[in-house]
């Protein structure tokens, strides 16, 4: 049985359980409330591990991921980046190959092409590479107090880990513009009505988990080869619509090397950092 498994040694920055309340589920919350589970290299890492894991272990058949505390993942730890930013490490050639050598993307998750289903339980801020994880999602479940954003741009970077063909995918190319050109948050009940992006809204944190544990335990009741043969078509339909060889194409660009190796990114980080408004320069492009 499902809750007799030995789960992967992980960090207390990720809480791995197998819920009773759903058959043949592993739960995973991500757990640094306290920096809006912002993701490290750490936690990534673990995630990585963990998921791996989750694809082989041939008793596990869903995955639901949320976050602890008032956030799901308000994206990238920028502290994290910012060093990497000034230390090098995040230079342009640096970044794209990183990016498309990692074939899991943000979280070993906003590229995963898993074979079995995620659910993505949204308790709060999903912002940047959060919202990433969950434009890849399956099935999203969402609390009306979410909200959900791609603000990169504000802080003179970009949504690199996947989620911009996705979002056109999802929303088209108007809804897809208001979002990653102003950077602007979508509250929850906009995510579902008008974006798709959620595709169950509740309408307190208390319904939330009971919701996503009733999604699971229904894939559950079904056959799990006709649910992974099932999922593998809609990951190749995903695929041949062009998502990923677009989201490719665009980090090989010269355009996107500029983002990475430009002042205006490292004066974004600083401006963070330093809880001030960015002072832009002229675009390098």
Same mark, same amino acid.
């Given at each position: 049985?499902?809750?007799?498994?030995?789960?992967?040694?992980?960090? #207390?920055?990720?809480? &791995?359980? $197998?819920?009773?309340?759903?058959?043949?589920?592993?739960?995973?919350?991500?757990?640094?409330?306290?920096?809006?589970?912002?993701?490290?290299?750490?936690? +990534?890492?673990?995630?990585e591990r963990? $998921?791996?894991?989750?694809?082989?272990?041939?008793?596990?058949?869903?995955?639901? &991921?949320?976050?602890?505390?008032?956030?799901?993942?308000?994206?990238?730890?920028?502290?994290?980046?910012?060093?990497?930013?000034?230390? %090098?490490?995040?230079?342009?050639?640096?970044?794209?190959?990183?990016?498309?050598?990692?074939?899991?993307?943000?979280?070993?998750?906003?590229?995963?092409?898993? !074979?079995?289903?995620?659910?993505?339980?949204v308790?709060?801020?999903?912002?940047?590479?959060?919202?990433?994880?969950? $434009? @890849?999602?399956? $099935?999203? &479940? /969402?609390?009306? +107090?979410?909200?959900?954003?791609?603000?990169?741009?504000?802080?003179?970077?970009?949504?690199?880990?996947?989620?911009?063909? !996705?979002?056109?995918?999802?929303? %088209?190319?108007?809804?897809?513009?208001?979002?990653?050109?102003?950077? #602007?948050?979508?509250?929850?009940?906009?995510?579902?009505?008008?974006?798709n992006?959620?595709?169950?809204?509740?309408?307190?944190?208390?319904?939330?988990?009971?919701?996503?544990?009733?999604? /699971?335990?229904?894939?559950a009741?079904?056959?799990?080869?006709?649910?992974?043969?099932?999922?593998?078509?809609? @990951?190749?339909?995903?695929?041949?619509?062009?998502? +990923?060889?677009?989201?490719?194409?665009?980090?090989?660009?010269a355009? &996107?090397?500029?983002?990475?190796e %430009?002042e205006?990114?490292? +004066?974004?980080?600083?401006?963070?950092?330093?809880?001030?408004?960015?002072?832009?320069?002229?675009?390098?492009?």
């Amino acid at each position: 049985m499902a809750s007799n498994l030995n789960t992967p040694a992980h960090g #207390d920055h990720l809480i &791995v359980s $197998l819920p009773d309340e759903a058959p043949h589920t592993l739960l995973l919350t991500l757990n640094r409330p306290k920096q809006l589970n912002a993701m490290n290299a750490a936690l +990534e890492k673990d995630l990585e591990r963990v $998921l791996d894991w989750f694809e082989r272990e041939k008793e596990l058949w869903v995955c639901i &991921v949320t976050g602890n505390g008032r956030a799901f993942c308000a994206g990238m730890d920028l502290k994290e980046w910012r060093q990497s930013a000034e230390d %090098g490490s995040g230079s342009g050639a640096a970044q794209t190959d990183r990016l498309v050598e990692n074939p899991h993307g943000f979280a070993s998750l906003s590229r995963r092409q898993c !074979r079995k289903p995620i659910i993505a339980a949204v308790n709060g801020i999903a912002f940047g590479g959060g919202c990433e994880i969950v $434009l @890849n999602c399956d $099935l999203v &479940v /969402a609390a009306e +107090e979410s909200t959900f954003a791609l603000p990169e741009v504000r802080r003179g970077v970009i949504a690199a880990a996947g989620g911009i063909p !996705r979002i056109y995918s999802a929303a %088209g190319h108007h809804l897809a513009a208001a979002m990653m050109l102003t950077g #602007d948050p979508v509250p929850a009940q906009l995510a579902h009505s008008r974006y798709n992006l959620v595709t169950h809204l509740v309408p307190s944190l208390s319904a939330l988990l009971p919701t996503a544990f009733t999604l /699971a335990r229904s894939i559950a009741a079904c056959s799990p080869d006709a649910i992974q043969a099932t999922k593998h078509a809609l @990951n190749l339909a995903r695929q041949d619509s062009g998502i +990923e060889s677009s989201w490719v194409k665009w980090q090989e660009s010269a355009e &996107v090397k500029a983002v990475w190796e %430009g002042e205006n990114m490292r +004066e974004g980080l600083r401006a963070f950092g330093e809880k001030r408004p960015p002072r832009w320069g002229p675009a390098k492009l």
